[in-house]
């Protein structure tokens, strides 16, 4: 019996359809995924935060009480830490306990009213403010560590934190390379990873949870920042790029070479997705914070001191990062417990709370020049 008789028989038939079908479909498949990916149907474009206009307010007010370079401290901000502290006493003390930390005074105020976008609506602590209680060193009430920044209540940031601490050494080695202030890198890695258990929920339990350790990212986008290869392609391709509006000078133009030179894409991705060190994450995102920051101040529109907008923007990447005025706090957007924040709020929460200060406190300026 020849192979075209053997084939002719129907079961032999039936079978080499099956295996033809299968590897069409297959092949398909494959291309379909490969085609969406690179059209960038799979990016997230994000929402407007719902208050973005009073994070802008806070952010950008946020030198009006300074004069010759020193805070000159308003009675009322004092009168609102008590009135905070006698319903978040843990938030209260997370507030001393950044300004302890730290060479900038004028962060106070701010961290203030971070946590009043919580209380808008609270008439307990409208009705502490008008009582004007002086005495706040005997309000806090041990033992409560209820936080008034709802989603920090979540076990998953409790974990988180633990995570984030044991990569300090990486972050901060990250923020001297790039020059940018440690908080602000992670912001953008706070954000990041909630989002990311809030998709992979039932993983992280089992996982990630336990033994404090950070999601990294090994398909479509990469690392534990989750940043894509072609971002990470541009932020190379800005450093060396003297015409740039992103570029960030002379000192930084190597600080992403290559050893023993490039080596294609690959190269790039192995960097990032290092499930020991991290440390390559952290310097891209350092440069993309600090790239896009220059691109904004070289067109006009300094956003220094809108680190709201800056987590937006590395959220949704240099593609929609176009300088114009009264930019927007939003990005994706990342439910925690029912509630529905934004990527750069999120990110603003964390900045503006005080957690984690003694480990990365604010620095006088977030950028080094």
Same mark, same amino acid.
């Given at each position: 019996?020849?192979?075209?008789?053997?084939?002719?028989?129907?079961?032999?038939?039936?079978?080499?359809?099956?295996?033809?079908?299968?590897?069409?479909?297959?092949?398909?498949?494959?291309?379909?995924?490969?085609?969406?990916?690179?059209?960038?149907?799979?990016?997230? &474009?994000?929402?407007?935060?719902?208050?973005?206009?009073?994070?802008?307010?806070?952010?950008?007010?946020?030198?009006?009480?300074?004069?010759?370079?020193?805070?000159?401290?308003?009675?009322?901000?004092?009168?609102?830490?008590?009135?905070?502290?006698?319903?978040?006493?843990?938030?209260?003390?997370?507030?001393?306990?950044?300004? &302890?930390?730290?060479?900038?005074?004028?962060?106070?105020?701010?961290?203030?009213?971070?946590?009043?976008?919580?209380?808008?609506?609270?008439?307990?602590?409208?009705?502490?403010?008008?009582?004007?209680?002086?005495?706040?060193?005997?309000?806090?009430?041990?033992?409560?560590?209820?936080?008034?920044?709802?989603?920090?209540?979540?076990?998953?940031?409790?974990?988180?934190?633990? !995570?984030?601490?044991?990569?300090?050494?990486?972050?901060?080695?990250?923020?001297?390379?790039?020059?940018?202030?440690?908080?602000?890198?992670?912001?953008?890695?706070?954000?990041?990873?909630?989002?990311?258990?809030?998709?992979?929920?039932?993983?992280?339990?089992?996982?990630?949870?336990?033994?404090?350790?950070?999601?990294?990212?090994?398909?479509?986008?990469?690392?534990?920042?989750?940043?894509?290869?072609?971002?990470?392609?541009?932020?190379?391709?800005?450093?060396?790029?003297?015409?740039?509006?992103?570029?960030?000078?002379?000192?930084?133009?190597?600080?992403?070479?290559?050893?023993?030179?490039?080596?294609?894409?690959?190269?790039?991705? &192995?960097?990032?997705?290092?499930?020991?060190?991290?440390?390559?994450?952290?310097?891209?995102?350092?440069?993309?914070?600090?790239?896009? &920051?220059?691109?904004?101040?070289?067109?006009?529109?300094?956003?220094?001191?809108?680190?709201?907008?800056?987590?937006?923007?590395?959220?949704?990447?240099?593609?929609?990062?176009?300088?114009?005025?009264?930019?927007?706090?939003?990005?994706?957007?990342?439910?925690?417990?029912?509630?529905?924040?934004?990527?750069?709020?999120?990110?603003?929460?964390?900045?503006?709370?005080?957690?984690? !200060?003694?480990?990365?406190?604010?620095?006088?300026?977030?950028?080094?020049?």
């Amino acid at each position: 019996m020849n192979f075209k008789e053997f084939i002719q028989k129907k079961p032999v038939r039936i079978v080499w359809r099956v295996l033809l079908y299968g590897f069409a479909i297959f092949g398909f498949g494959v291309f379909g995924a490969w085609a969406i990916y690179e059209l960038g149907l799979t990016n997230n &474009r994000g929402m407007v935060d719902k208050n973005t206009r009073y994070l802008a307010q806070v952010t950008e007010g946020e030198d009006a009480d300074a004069k010759d370079g020193k805070f000159v401290f308003r009675a009322d901000d004092y009168l609102k830490l008590v009135a905070l502290g006698k319903l978040y006493p843990h938030n209260a003390e997370l507030i001393i306990n950044g300004l &302890r930390n730290s060479k900038n005074d004028v962060q106070f105020s701010q961290m203030i009213k971070a946590c009043e976008l919580y209380l808008k609506d609270n008439d307990a602590y409208k009705s502490s403010l008008e009582k004007g209680r002086k005495i706040f060193g005997n309000s806090f009430v041990k033992g409560n560590n209820v936080n008034v920044i709802t989603w920090m209540n979540a076990p998953e940031w409790q974990a988180l934190k633990e !995570s984030i601490i044991k990569d300090s050494a990486a972050i901060n080695k990250a923020a001297k390379i790039t020059g940018v202030e440690p908080r602000m890198i992670v912001g953008c890695l706070v954000g990041e990873q909630i989002r990311l258990f809030n998709s992979k929920r039932e993983m992280y339990k089992k996982y990630l949870g336990p033994v404090k350790v950070l999601s990294v990212q090994s398909q479509f986008s990469f690392g534990v920042n989750g940043i894509k290869d072609f971002t990470a392609a541009q932020v190379e391709h800005n450093l060396k790029d003297k015409n740039s509006p992103y570029y960030m000078g002379e000192k930084y133009e190597h600080i992403l070479d290559y050893e023993g030179g490039y080596a294609g894409d690959s190269t790039r991705i &192995r960097r990032l997705v290092n499930y020991h060190d991290h440390t390559y994450s952290y310097i891209y995102t350092g440069c993309i914070i600090h790239q896009t &920051r220059n691109q904004w101040k070289r067109a006009g529109y300094d956003i220094t001191n809108r680190p709201d907008v800056l987590f937006t923007l590395f959220n949704v990447g240099f593609s929609q990062s176009e300088p114009k005025a009264n930019p927007v706090c939003g990005g994706s957007h990342i439910t925690v417990d029912g509630k529905v924040y934004t990527f750069g709020a999120i990110g603003f929460d964390f900045y503006y709370s005080g957690e984690l !200060s003694d480990v990365f406190p604010y620095w006088d300026k977030r950028f080094i020049e």
